[in-house]
């Protein structure tokens, strides 16, 4: 078993064999270089994105995102050839997998699609020259006994791929779908928390005014009943303390006389029993009773000036 080398294929290409309406720059080293002839969208019914040989597209591929992208060219395999499939390095360094590698069998005769699944955290872009996978030609040891027979337009195979991307889901296990959904029900729960938030907010609002309003009306009630009794107290008290007054005053004079008027009077009077003066007026004997007597009251004086 041998594969062909690029030199080989070409000169396939030039006699119109293996690769129809191929570029024969395209085939190098052992293998030939597809590029994009339509791009169709998985989850829409809109058409196809139509790639013209020799002009600008491009078509941008999203995180997650499914596409499948029918070839530009036709392969024609001989029932002495196989085919095999393969992912290009540059899309599978972006993060763009090809994911029905396969197998094409002797006898077909058809155009080719390719499945890729964007797994990158960014978009892929694939224009127009972008290679997008890669066949390796074999040779067969043996005949092959039954190759493959049926063929198909052109025309029937875009109508077939674009019912299957209709049919299949945008993103690689709906991602994008489940991503859609989670982000709207959580703008949902978010907009039905904000509003129960503002009627919780409302209600204790009009709760809160409704009970200073109450707390206002029973003060207002209660305040001329809050007053008697305050005044009734107030008076009460007044009167206990006039009448504590008046008591203390009467006990002060009537039950303890003052002391220092009592204390003078038995003074006086004691000097009176005791002291007897004799002589002339102008004696000295008299003159010292009267000098001590003098220093007597002025002490008395004094002692009834203490508190």
Same mark, same amino acid.
């Given at each position: 078993m041998a594969v062909l080398s690029d030199e080989e294929i070409r000169f396939?290409?030039?006699?119109?064999?293996?690769?129809?309406?191929?570029?024969?720059?395209?085939?190098?080293e052992c293998s030939y270089s597809f590029v994009c002839g339509s791009a169709f969208i998985p989850g829409e019914t809109s058409?196809?994105?139509?790639?013209?040989d020799g002009q600008n597209g491009e078509v941008i591929v999203s995180p997650g995102q499914m596409i499948w992208i029918r070839t530009r060219e036709r392969v024609s395999i001989p029932n002495n050839l196989v085919g095999f499939w393969w992912q290009t390095n540059t899309l599978s360094r972006k993060g763009l997998m090809l994911v029905n590698m396969s197998m094409v069998e002797p006898g077909y005769e058809g155009d080719l699609a390719c499945l890729f699944v964007n797994f990158a955290k960014s978009t892929v872009v694939i224009t127009s020259e972008t290679p997008i996978a890669k066949m390796v030609f074999t040779e067969l040891r043996g005949r092959v006994l039954s190759p493959y027979a049926s063929q198909i337009t052109r025309q029937q195979y875009d109508a077939a791929l674009r019912q299957l991307a209709v049919d299949q889901p945008k993103t690689f296990l709906k991602v994008a779908e489940l991503s859609t959904e989670i982000a709207?029900? %959580?703008?949902?729960?978010?907009?039905?928390?904000? =509003?129960? +938030?503002d009627e919780i907010k409302t209600s204790v609002r009009h709760e809160l005014t409704a009970a200073k309003e109450e707390a206002v009306h029973?003060?207002? %009630?209660?305040?001329?009943?809050?007053?008697?009794? =305050?005044? +009734?107290?107030?008076?009460?008290a007044f009167a206990f303390l006039a009448g504590v007054s008046l008591i203390t005053d009467y006990v002060k004079g009537e039950l303890f006389p003052d002391v220092k008027e009592v204390a003078r009077s038995e003074a006086d009077e004691a000097i009176k029993q005791r002291i007897t003066v004799s002589g002339t007026a102008n004696s000295n004997d008299?003159?010292?009773?009267?000098?001590?007597?003098?220093?007597?009251?002025?002490r008395l004086g004094a002692l009834e000036k203490k508190p």
């Open positions: 396939c290409i030039d006699r119109g064999e293996l690769v129809k309406n191929g570029d024969p720059k395209r085939a190098q058409v196809p994105i139509e790639f013209q709207t029900e %959580r703008q949902t729960a978010i907009r039905q928390i904000n =509003s129960i +938030g029973e003060f207002k %009630r209660d305040l001329p009943a809050a007053i008697r009794s =305050s005044f +009734g107290w107030a008076l009460g008299v003159n010292a009773i009267l000098e001590r007597l003098s220093k007597i009251d002025a």
